[in-house]
């Protein structure tokens, strides 16, 4: 059974950094790659970054480039995602989720974590 | 970038009664990149359709996206109780960005 477990959040100050982490079971971590997407309090999903199985690609959405660093750590079925300087707009539930590719090469989630809460606030 | 709007903001249905929920794309979706997810109050969001049409592994069949172009289309053919929820599409494609719609509540009338 595929299982993600998202973890590291919780109360930070404007300003301040969080390191969130995913831990993955049930298939093979290495072979495919992952995501963070957050949802805001009371709001829609919004894709945050992706990063390749291979650990050689990795894409931002512009909200956050230059801020989040995305990472892995296959030999521990692990992914984490450093976030700097945040802001109150960076306040959300973070979630993990698994990347699958279509015959067409199109990268969509298939498994998703149960979110972990970051609270950005004075 | 894909901007999807999803329609309507809120639809009001009874067990067993049909549902059609749509979400239109600013720009025509390649390729059909085209996916819609299930969230549950308090749950993450699962899986439901890939590639407009293809379900996703456990799926039952009442589920089935269709459409192209610019015009999808989630319809659930008669609802369950826990197929009361909120459903996003999602644009996807080889490289971000992976755009969501606002989202459609299902509510129980």
């Known amino acids: 059974e595929v299982q993600l477990v998202e973890s590291g959040g919780g109360l930070v100050q404007p300003g301040g950094s969080l390191r969130l982490s995913c831990a993955a079971s049930g298939f093979t971590f290495s072979s495919y790659s992952m995501n963070w997407v957050r949802q805001a309090p009371g709001k829609g999903l919004e894709w945050v970054s992706y990063i390749r199985n291979s650990g050689t690609i990795i894409y931002y959405a512009d909200s956050v480039r230059g801020r989040f660093t995305i990472s892995r750590d296959d030999a521990k079925n692990s992914l984490y995602l450093q976030m700097n300087s945040l802001r109150d707009e960076d306040t959300a539930v973070y979630y993990c989720?698994?990347?699958?590719?279509?015959?067409?090469?199109?990268?969509?989630?298939?498994?998703w974590g149960q979110g972990t809460l970051v609270t950005v606030s004075s | 970038e894909i901007v999807l709007t999803q329609s309507p903001g809120t639809l009001s249905l009874s067990p067993g009664e049909r549902a059609t929920l749509s979400c239109r794309a600013s720009q025509s979706v390649t390729s059909s990149f085209l996916a819609w997810y299930q969230q549950r109050p308090g749950q993450a969001p699962r899986l439901l359709i890939y590639g407009t049409s293809s379900r996703a592994t456990g799926i039952p069949d009442r589920f089935n996206g269709s459409g192209s172009g610019t015009d999808f289309t989630l319809t659930i053919s008669s609802l369950e109780p826990e197929d009361f929820a909120v459903y996003y599409c999602q644009q996807y494609g080889r490289s971000p960005p992976y755009t969501f719609g606002q989202g459609t509540k299902l509510e129980i009338k």
């Open positions: 989720a698994r990347a699958r590719t279509d015959l067409y090469g199109g990268i969509y989630f298939d498994y």
